[in-house]
């Protein structure tokens, strides 16, 4: 399992996009989540759900994931998470 | 109980009657009802009606508490009229007022205040958008009964047929004579036709005019007669042009909207209608005007020439009209400077009263003859039923318009929507609200296929040869949620006190309610 070592921010407030926030937690408290989108009430659940999903996919813990969504398709915001975290990573 | 259009409705509105449910496009009036009339007034031989301030008209109208007060919508977001009058009625201490108008616009949130300190009690409207949408749709219970919304040939019926009573209309016009005789061609605030006032100004007990331009001499041709005004006053600016009517309007470059247009254009041309004589309302938003555009094009090109246009006129079709394309335009409602310039010269550019245009209690609205319509919507679900009113998240920002009338009363009812906008799919299982029920709409138009009304087999066979995309409407909607996912449903308040608006269908029935999402 992978980890970050500094806060990393990517992405646009900007319509059909997100703007991903993220930031590292101590050891063995895994992956917290806080989100905000324009269509949260029709896809709240899921939005938070492949979030997770993300995260755990490119084999990282121990993060808190912020997002402000403006109504990104899943291809968009996978992509801006998974920047996030590459960059939180970078030296 | 449900009603035919499967809408689930409360047995008891607050505040209001006992609404008979919908039950189908062409329902009859229950029993034969006279015209709505008004109270017998003399007017003295050299009495003047010109009076110094709207404090002085409101005074001499007798407005008092309770009473119903209506205003026109020509002067679309750059309307002062509502506010100036709004505020005089503040300042005598007025209160408990329903105001009865053709539609709002941003420019109304103000009302919020009055709707606070008690001045005003009850909305009757087509649209309502911005923050007072936004208010209403969260705050039900400010007002003493539900919003009603009407459509503008339904709100022209409600007048005719004396279910509502207009107290005092006040209505501004861009210019007027000392006796009363308005149009909406010329002044600084010109909007063109004055559709909607007419009828206001025939059937209110009493109508105060509100002017920017009053003119010694005599207006003529007259929208409003001096026999239908009461009182005169002049004021600085009853509204701001940039607001009122826009320069010609921009062909949209949204590329999108254009595949849309075209697609529309298509379907109208191998429809089965498009041939010389037919008759068209294209209406004045983005995607509607392109489809203009393209129409305008085939027409040219197949030497097509149309019978008349009816609108919601833009300045496109003031052009078309112009070369002879069509033979008349009817209009309710001018759109852009150069419409009204047409308006003003063209004789073959008529101005028509929103009972004339769609007036379904009328021995014959303008539209009953229509063949092809093009509309929008905010979403429209499998039943083909639209919605323009509510949006995803069940908020008021639409309006209801003609859009039920013209689908209605035309041969050929085309809605042209994106199929999903943002990420939420725009075909839905069940809209959020109906504003027009499915049984009038034949074609949807997206950008990723069209669906035919299943009860139109004849159109589905004639557009096999358009090239377009045929599929049904579960198809459509499926590959909006390959794309995106379908959404949950919002959740809706079941309280008979959260009902924030009611959809009074054209004939006076109840078609649906609006309630406040949780």
Same mark, same amino acid.
């Given at each position: ?6 806060? +990393?921010? =990517? ?6 996009? +997100? ?13 917290? =989540?806080?989100?905000?989108?324009? %269509? ?17 996919? =490119?084999?990282?813990?121990? %993060? ?11 291809? !968009?915001?996978? !992509?801006?998470? =998974? +920047? !996030? ?7 | ?19 008979? *449910? ?8 229950? $029993? ?23 404090? $002085? ?13 209506? @205003? ?37 949130? @103000? ?18 958008? /911005? ?42 016009? *861009? ?16 909007? /063109? ?20 331009? &009053? ?25 701001? *042009?940039?607001?009122?009517?826009? /320069? ?10 254009? &595949? &849309? ?35 305008? $094009? ?12 009816? /609108? ?22 001018? @759109? ?19 009972? @004339? ?96 009304? *299943? ?38 308040? $079941? ?14 029935? &109840? ?8």
């Amino acid at each position: 399992m992978k980890t970050i070592q500094k806060e +990393a921010t =990517v992405g646009f407030e900007e319509k059909n996009d +997100a703007l991903v926030t993220v930031s590292p937690l101590t050891a063995g408290q895994g992956i917290t =989540v806080e989100l905000v989108s324009s %269509v949260k009430r029709q896809y709240g659940q899921h939005l938070e759900d492949l979030i997770v999903a993300t995260v755990n996919e =490119v084999g990282y813990t121990d %993060v808190h994931v912020k997002v402000i969504d403006k109504g990104a398709w899943d291809y !968009a915001l996978k !992509a801006r998470i =998974v +920047a !996030a975290l590459y960059r939180g990573n970078a030296a | 109980m449900k009603n035919k259009a499967g809408r689930e409705l409360p047995n008891h509105i607050y505040g209001l009657k006992a609404y008979r *449910p919908y039950e189908g496009l062409f329902v009859n009036p229950p $029993e034969p009802v006279p015209m709505a009339g008004r109270t017998l007034r003399v007017g003295r031989p050299s009495s003047n009606k010109v009076l110094p301030s709207l404090i $002085e008209a409101v005074e001499a109208t007798g407005l008092r508490d309770g009473m119903t007060i209506s @205003f026109h919508h020509h002067f679309r977001n750059g309307d002062y009229v509502n506010k100036l009058v709004m505020t005089a009625i503040a300042a005598k201490g007025i209160k408990d007022i329903t105001i009865a108008t053709s539609s709002l616009n941003d420019c109304h949130d @103000f009302l919020i205040d009055y709707i606070e300190d008690g001045t005003i009690t009850a909305l009757e409207t087509s649209g309502l958008r /911005g923050k007072l949408g936004a208010y209403l749709t969260k705050n039900p219970g400010k007002l003493k009964r539900p919003v009603i919304v009407r459509s503008h040939g339904g709100r022209a019926r409600a007048i005719e047929a004396g279910e509502v009573k207009i107290d005092v209309a006040f209505m501004g016009v *861009p210019t007027c004579d000392r006796f009363g005789n308005a149009t909406g061609r010329l002044g600084k605030s010109a909007c /063109g036709s004055l559709g909607y006032a007419m009828l206001d100004s025939r059937f209110a007990e009493q109508v105060v005019l509100v002017t920017d331009n &009053l003119i010694d001499g005599y207006v003529f041709p007259y929208s409003i007669p001096q026999t239908d005004v009461n009182y005169i006053v002049a004021v600085e600016a009853i509204g701001d *042009p940039e607001g009122i009517a826009s /320069g010609i309007l921009k062909i949209t470059k949204n590329p999108i909207q254009l &595949l &849309l247009a075209e697609a529309a254009a298509k379907v109208i041309e191998h429809s089965g209608y498009f041939k010389n004589g037919y008759s068209i309302q294209m209406g004045g938003g983005g995607s509607a005007l392109a489809v203009g555009r393209f129409i305008r $094009e085939k027409m040219l090109k197949q030497e097509i020439k149309g019978s008349f246009g009816v /609108g919601g006129v833009t300045g496109l079709f003031a052009q078309m009209l112009e070369e002879g394309l069509f033979e008349i335009c009817y209009d309710t409602q001018t @759109f852009d400077t150069t419409a009204i310039q047409s308006l003003r010269e063209n004789p073959r550019h008529v101005e028509i009263s929103s009972s @004339f245009y769609a007036n379904p209690w009328s021995p014959g609205p303008i539209i009953n003859d229509l063949d092809v319509v093009i509309l929008g919507a905010t979403e429209v679900d499998l039943d083909f039923n639209v919605n323009v009113i509510t949006n995803s998240n069940g908020l008021l920002m639409g309006a209801s318009g003609g859009h039920s009338d013209i689908a209605a009363a035309s041969k050929l009812a085309i809605i042209v929507m994106p199929l999903i906008r943002g990420r939420l799919p725009m075909v839905r299982d069940r809209v959020q609200n109906i504003v027009t029920p499915g049984e009038s709409i034949d074609v949807v138009v997206t950008d990723r296929g069209i669906a035919v009304n *299943p009860r139109r087999q004849d159109l589905i066979d004639n557009l096999r040869k358009s090239g377009l995309k045929i599929m049904t409407i579960e198809e459509l909607q499926e590959v909006a949620h390959k794309l995106v996912g379908k959404p949950q449903e919002i959740v809706l308040s $079941e309280e008979d006190k959260d009902i924030v608006a009611i959809v009074e269908y054209r004939d006076g029935t &109840l078609l649906d309610v609006i309630r406040k999402p949780l």
